[in-house]
């Protein structure tokens, strides 16, 4: 079964060709990354300007690397939600068209849930249950994955998530949009020691997470030495930041999954891509015996391949949309318990 992905949740415009849910015919992205880069983060008028030129191309061109046509492909999975509104319609409405037109079943992908699908690409023997921990720009989330469209959260961000906190900080540094990357960069070459950070500390449920007092810390740290004409090595900084997300993250996820009795862990979202968060998580799983699964690089931030795989076990599932489907902002995962926080 072949399901078109398209994604444009953000600065990304993507659409995908995927075999039942496991195998890329094509993924083809038109980032708008650079474009951005000069206002320091995203402006949401232009990524939904840049969504609608950029939209149709993208799709043609997937079908063509697919070797495809449209008649070929069994069912239009869609982002619906979360993420920014203008830029989520933009795809919503063209899958809705597109679907209508051609006579397809229309698949709805929450974003989160694609993220986690990143990992079907390249993990074949990878199937739930299992834990998963989802780090992006947007979102933080530690989750029971029960079936592959049941996500039962066990933890999640209660201000910035993981992204954010890289990417605030790395602006107050001095890096270009997005500063994740950079961040990871400056990092390798820095000491973690030079500086003290302060802990994470919550009441609550020990698996949520919260990053913004880390960042208010770094922002206040560097004004604060501008200020006073000091001079801050950013390699240093970068390097501290780094591992005390690295870490937070690790502890979490290797604690839920001595409670919840996974034996199983899959990394996703686009914090996946840092080298600290991977290795750090990587060692502690090899020292508790759990297995450890993570995208490579390229799939770890917005692609329309996670869209399209999760897109397929969700038509599987009888998860369909008709034509009153609508973007949203911001939107609960499907089984996610009420009472988590
Ligand atoms: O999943 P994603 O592409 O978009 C959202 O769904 O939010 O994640 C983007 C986030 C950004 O905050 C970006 O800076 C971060 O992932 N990121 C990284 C790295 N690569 C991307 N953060 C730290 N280190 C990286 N190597
Ligand atoms: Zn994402």
Redesign the pocket.
């Known amino acids: 079964m072949k399901i078109l992905g398209i994604e444009s ?2 600065d990304e415009t993507a659409a995908s060709v995927v075999e039942n849910g496991r195998v890329i015919l094509s993924n083809v992205i038109a980032s708008q990354a650079s474009e951005h880069m000069k206002y320091g983060g995203v402006v949401p008028e232009l990524a939904s300007r840049r969504h609608c030129e950029n939209i149709l191309p993208v799709v043609q061109k997937a079908l063509e690397d697919a070797n495809v046509t449209l008649e070929e492909i069994d069912g239009i999975a869609v982002t619906y939600a979360p ?1 920014l509104i203008g830029a989520l319609l933009v795809g919503v409405s063209f899958a809705k068209g597109l679907a209508m037109m051609a006579d397809k079943p229309l698949i709805p992908v929450h ?2 849930e ?2 986690a699908a990143a990992n079907y690409l390249v993990h074949p023997q990878l199937e739930p249950p299992y834990l998963g921990i989802i780090v ?4 933080t989330r530690l989750a029971e994955v029960t079936d592959y469209n049941t996500f039962r959260t066990i933890g999640k961000t209660r201000d910035d998530a993981a992204g954010e906190c890289f990417d605030k900080c790395a602006r107050a540094m001095g890096f270009p949009y997005p500063g994740g990357v950079h961040i990871d960069k400056a990092a390798s070459i820095g000491n973690p020691d030079a500086f003290k950070l302060p802990k994470i500390k919550m009441e609550g449920n020990p698996y949520d997470f919260s990053f913004s007092g880390l960042k208010t810390y770094i922002v206040n740290l560097l004004h604060h030495a501008e200020q006073c004409h000091d001079t801050v090595n950013t390699n240093d900084l970068a390097a501290a930041l780094q591992r005390e997300i690295a870490v937070t993250v690790a502890e979490k996820t290797i604690a839920a999954a001595k409670e919840f009795g996974y034996q199983k862990i899959a990394l996703s ?2 914090v996946s891509a840092n080298s600290g968060v991977r290795s750090t998580l990587e060692a502690a799983c090899a020292k508790n015996g759990f297995q450890l699964y993570m995208p490579p690089i390229a799939l770890c ?2 692609n329309a391949a996670m869209i399209a795989a999760q897109g397929y076990y969700n038509y599987l599932a009888g998860i369909t949309a008709d034509e009153s489907l609508n973007a949203a902002a911001s939107k609960e995962l499907r089984g996610e318990s009420a009472q988590c926080s």
């Not at 992006?136 to 979102?139: N, R, V, Y």
């Open positions: 949740s953000c993420g974003h989160t694609g993220h992006s720009g947007g979102h979202g686009g931030g917005d």
